[in-house]
């Protein structure tokens, strides 16, 4: 009998420690989903300012210009913060239009200097460079494009913007990003 009575503790216990197993995988569980739940309303709540944004510059571009069909929308902050929207107008030019405080500006792009023609003369004036982003500023003024790009020479990587004139492509000025160099 007192084999029997062994068994029935041991089987039991297992009960109980299964039941512990599932109690706490369950609260993981619902902790987890609540976790993820949470973070994904705290990055809206950050984010849908800057949605709002993009969404306002898109309006005031159709608005306030020939634009039909907006593309890329990215802020550019220089000496003011200019929110950009890159797209096509009515009869299918592309074009770019700043929007700042101060009023809005319209380029239609076959008129200038145009993103892949920026590309090209930076991949010939630099052999060898990774092109990491292209979005149109405002350098001291002047329309450009801002050519952000990495180059690698001597084994030491650099980081740098180029900004080129939007209507003749004529080279502005560079800034090297001497923290970033490795």
Do not use: C
């Not at 009960?15 to 609260?27: A, E, N, P, T, Y």
């Not at 306030?64 to 009515?90: E, H, R």
């Amino acid at each position: 009998m007192n084999g029997e009575y062994r068994l029935k503790l041991r089987s039991k216990k297992r009960k109980i420690g299964k039941r512990q197993i599932w109690l706490i995988v369950s609260i993981s569980v619902i902790v987890l989903i609540g976790l993820i739940i949470g973070l994904e309303r705290f990055y809206s709540s950050i984010q849908n300012d800057y949605f709002a944004e993009k969404k306002a510059a898109i309006r005031t571009a159709k608005e306030q210009t020939d634009l039909v069909k907006a593309g890329k929308v990215a802020p550019f902050v220089g000496d003011k913060d200019y929110m950009t929207v890159q797209g096509t107008s009515s009869d299918g030019k592309s074009m770019v239009v700043w929007i700042s405080d101060d009023g809005v500006h319209a380029e239609y792009l076959d008129q200038g200097f145009s993103k892949d023609a920026v590309r090209e003369k930076t991949k010939a004036q630099y052999p060898g460079v990774t092109i990491l982003r292209i979005i149109p500023a405002v350098y001291e003024g002047e329309y450009s494009w801002q050519v952000y790009y990495r180059l690698k020479e001597n084994g030491v990587t650099s980081y740098f913007y180029d900004y080129l004139n939007i209507h003749t492509g004529d080279h502005l000025d560079t800034w090297s990003l001497s923290l970033h160099n490795k």
